[in-house]
């Protein structure tokens, strides 16, 4: 008896989560069949109509548009820098072990306070950035007063507080290597350059493919930095779809509608994650041919 | 295993995605979140015989408050409550930023979670339609429930009309239940620099068109008269609801302009009419003339700050915003901020915007007997006079705190402030269009301004909110 229940004791925990995770996620697609807001209680049943108000309406092109030239910006710059840095790093030993630690640092503040920061830093009148400038001539720029100065800012941030994640995978990646490999180019008198493009990237892939899956899901969702740092503005140039699902939610209390916007980005997500993963099972298995 | 691999990233994919959708728990509500299921009757027939303060003895009340220097006064004051009348109060207090995403998560989920909670008049406009607030008509007309010495005839009438509404969209304020009641409120005028206006030889605007070349003046001039860094006017700009209703609303209306115009009890769009084009126009190019930098990110709290730190010679705003800077030992700015009515409307208006910290009730309250005797305290001479007095819960609600010497006499240290006050208090009222798509009108709003200011042609950004707000209010 005990030996027939205990595997499945052992799933309990995992399926009552899996349960906590799939409860609200199916209660909030039932949502989305009716036309449920504050102004409406007592909703009727309109099937697809939310889905269909959604797509028809140009705020959302807008907010996907948004987010996704913001997941793109800021996973790409995070990648091309957390990826350099990493190498940097990997290379000279012991300031590498002292820039480790300090480079952890944005990675324990939470983003919206990291948002809040920046958004003081970068006020054009009393932030220290247009302070630092001011020598150069460059002290009056007004950073997020403009469409594509706010959409910048905010990648910068999500690069400040997330390049070093990328790059802490990337290292872990690069000191797990093999030997052997880099061993036997260097006998065969082989370049930095030819054993980086041949060898080290290659075999790295799969690791800077991990931290882009993270980072492109992670910038997809993306709410904190956008909100403290810019509202969505100016006009609705910051607006992603996870601040229009929060607007039309919570704000504007339409909740199947709401609702909606956010059963579309898991979507998106779902399928952006799963063309990801994918290409990573590709990536991982040329990388085993390459360490032979 | 092959496929277990596949099936593990399957897996992986999955949930990674699921954490998409935050919203979906937070959203948790359920249908018929709706309030007052118990019949039509309201809980304030049930309340007979004299009136006592010690009727529900013992009873604890919980209340919602927000982070307010009103509120503090509450706070300060809530053992003479509980002295009164044995009930005790149990509160939470939330800074502003997510006091409303707390108040309406927990009223739309059907809870009964707190019985009494600060809101504003828009709120209503809100909360009123589902039967979320419970209507404190039938217990201010109860003379059971009600203490004689509230006299209701004392609150200034205006504001005790801006809670009081028919839950009909387009319909006016004034008519209808009491959903609110009015507590603490603030009145939109312009406070300004004394120093600054004195060295530059200026006077406070007494039209917009003056208003908007003050402003440019006060930054061209102002840096080089030893006002490092000063500009002209500090207004609201994030992307907000709450940057239409002050200082822009105020002038808006009293250029005798309107949001919507309701015909047939429908409601049309109004911002977009060539009056309000060109008006907004002009507010846009006086926050580029003479606003400060960074202004899509200015909330009241920039606003204010700028100008107890000496970097805005003047505020359209909340008189409180000002305030708060020009007590003495506040700001570098305090003992040099005076206050005016600010500008008129080309007749001669002086139509006003408030805000009110009003006071609510839970409609799915089941103590609400106690909860109505935490209101009318709370509302009542006695503790708005003593938080006027010995806290800085300034203009009041009621006429008797208004007329009071020791209040007046408190109060006189400001320049302007009083006369300021007289000037516009019977002129100040909400002059928006009452319907449940506020917040999203004038967050849209908002975001329109933002684009004109950032060089859009403000005619086809208007038309284009128009458009879709008709949609919205339909």
Known sequence: ????????????????????????????????????????????????????????????????????????????????????????????????????????????????????????????????VNHLLEPFG????????????????????????????????????????????FEAAAVDGAGWWYTFRRLTLPMLWPYVLVAVIFRFMDSLKVFDIIYALTEGGPGDSTVVLQIRAYLEAIRFQRYSFGISYTIVLWAVVYLAATVLVRHLGRIQRKAAEVSG | ???????????????????????????????????QSEGDGSAADDVTGAFDWKREKGTTVKALLNKHPYTDALIADLTSFTDKTGIEVTYDVFPEDNYFDKLTVDLSSGRASYDVFMLGAYMVWQYGPPGWLEDLGPWMRNASATAAEWDRADFFPNLLQAGQWSLKAGAPLGRGGQYALPWGWETNVVAYNTEVFRKLGLKPAESFEELRE????????APGAGFDGMYGIAVRGSRSWATIHPGFMT??????????????GKLSPAMNSPRAVAFTED????????????????????????????????LFDADTAAYFQAVEGASPASGKIAFHPGPKGPDGSLATNMWIWSLGMNARSRRKSAGWLFLQWATGKEHLRRAALTHHHIDPVRKSVSQDPAYRNRMRHLPGFLETF???????????????????????????????????????VLDGLAGDLREKVR
């Open chain 2, 422 to 460: 007289e000037t516009v208090v019977d002129r100040t009222r909400i002059q928006f269009t009452p319907q449940a798509q506020f917040f999203d009108a004038t967050t849209s709003w908002a975001a329109a301004l933002q684009e004109i200011y950032g060089g859009k042609s403000a005619r086809s």
């Open chain 2, 1 to 35: 295993m092959d496929r277990h691999v596949h099936d593990r990233r399957r897996f992986l994919a999955l949930t990674g995605a699921l954490s998409a959708a935050p919203l979906l728990s937070a959203c948790g509500a359920g249908f018929g979140g709706g309030g």
């Open chain 2, 214 to 221: 003050l402003a440019g003046v006060i930054k061209k001039r």
């Open chain 1, 138 to 181: 460059l002290g009056g720029v007004q950073w997020t007063d403009t469409p594509t100065g706010a959409l910048l800012s905010s990648i910068a941030v999500d690069v400040w507080v997330y390049t070093p994640f990328v790059a802490i995978l990337a290292l872990a990646g690069l000191r797990s290597l093999p030997a052997s490999p």
């Open chain 2, 251 to 264: 002038m808006y209306a009293r250029n005798g302009l309107r949001d919507f115009t309701v015909e047939g």
């Open chain 2, 283 to 314: 507010w846009a190019a006086m926050v580029k003339e003479g606003g400060p930098p960074s202004w899509t990110s200015y909330t009241w709290y920039q606003c204010s700050s700028d100008l107890g730190a000496r970097k805005a010679g003047m």
């Open chain 1, 1 to 128: 008896m005990r030996r027939t229940l205990r595997p499945y004791l052992l799933v309990v925990p995992a399926l009552l989560l899996t349960c906590g995770i799939l409860y609200p996620f199916g209660l909030g697609l039932y949502y989305t069949l009716f036309d449920f807001s504050a102004a409406k209680p007592q909703p009727d049943l309109v099937r697809w109509e939310n889905y269909r108000a959604v797509f028809t309406q140009d705020a959302f092109w807008n907010s996907a548009w948004v987010t996704v030239l913001y997941a793109v910006g800021a996973a790409g710059a995070e990648t091309v820098l957390g990826v350099s840095v990493a190498l940097l790093l990997h290379r000279s030993s012991r300031v590498g072990r002292i820039l480790e630690k300090i480079l952890i640092l944005p990675l324990m503040i939470a983003p919206v306070i990291a948002a809040i920061i920046w958004k003081l830093m970068l006020q054009p009148s009393v932030g220290v």
